[in-house]
């Protein structure tokens, strides 16, 4: 299994933007791919994008056009650029490596986004 922790949470007005990242603690290069998640209040996990092996990405509709996933390999790291944030984007997000999640979870970090 390999450790995740994410980084870059925290509280925004409404319309600003939040940088998360995901450190590895060994080679992401093996998986299939990574992704974020997040999970509201009472809601259950959702996928909010992840990306390949072999660089596709996928977006939920609710973020199309305002987030942007990246990852960098030399630093084993996964990063979800988020833009135009919305009240209803406020949850715990979660890095996943492996496309479901497969090879493990991170703990999460809160994003609260204010109206």
């Known amino acids: 299994q390999v450790q995740l922790v994410e980084s870059g949470g925290g509280l925004v007005q409404a319309g600003g933007s939040l940088r998360l990242s995901c450190a590895a603690s060994r080679s992401i290069s093996s998986f299939n791919g990574m992704g974020w998640y997040r999970q509201a209040l009472g809601n259950q996990r959702e996928l909010v994008a992840d990306?390949?092996?072999?660089?596709?990405?996928k977006y939920a509709a609710f973020v199309k056009g305002r987030f942007d996933i990246s990852r960098d390999y030399a630093k084993n790291m996964v990063f979800l650029q988020m833009n135009s944030l919305k009240p209803e984007d406020t949850a715990v997000y979660y890095c996943?490596?492996?496309?479901?999640?497969?090879?493990?979870w991170g703990q999460g970090t809160q994003v609260t986004v204010s109206s």
């Open positions: 996943a490596a492996g496309l479901d999640g497969i090879n493990g």
């Open positions: 990306i390949t092996s072999g660089g596709g990405t």
